[in-house]
Nanobody, 116 residues
Framework: QVQFAESGGGLVQPGGSLRLSCAASQSTFNLYDMAWYRQALGKQREWVGTIRRTRSTTYADSVKDRFFIYKDSTKNTVYLQMNSLRPEDTALYYC??????????WGQGTQATVSS
């Protein structure tokens, strides 16, 4: 069953910023490390970064120092702040637990398109 609702995507020029949001159930939010993933057209889904229950974070090399994950426990929401966006960041972005859950746990994702 779907547990996540992503939002905040859009069209942005190279060098711009977007902030994505992911709402999760309180139990999921409290019990699991959370992560962002993305899937570009014609490519496999890839891991972007993780925020642990301790709030420590880890990022893929391709987004390190440009993307930042944080969470608001009062809203059961995880955020992905994306800065200095590049065309190669264009993808459908998803959140899920880390490690990710089964195929029935993925939401619809939110599309981020970086283009001039």
């Amino acid at each position: 069953q779907v547990q996540f609702a992503e939002s905040g995507g859009g069209l942005v020029q190279p060098g711009g910023s977007l902030r994505l949001s992911c709402a999760a159930s309180q139990s999921t939010f409290n019990l699991y490390d959370m992560a962002w993933y993305r899937q570009a057209l014609g490519k496999q889904r890839e891991w972007v970064g993780t925020i642990r229950r301790t709030r420590s974070t880890t990022y893929a090399d391709s987004v390190k120092d440009r993307f930042f994950i944080y969470k608001d426990s009062t809203k059961n929401t995880v955020y992905l702040q994306m800065n200095s966006l590049r065309p190669e960041d264009t993808a459908l972005y998803y959140c899920n637990t880390y490690p990710s859950g089964g195929s029935d746990t993925w939401g619809q994702g939110t599309q981020a398109t970086v283009s001039s």
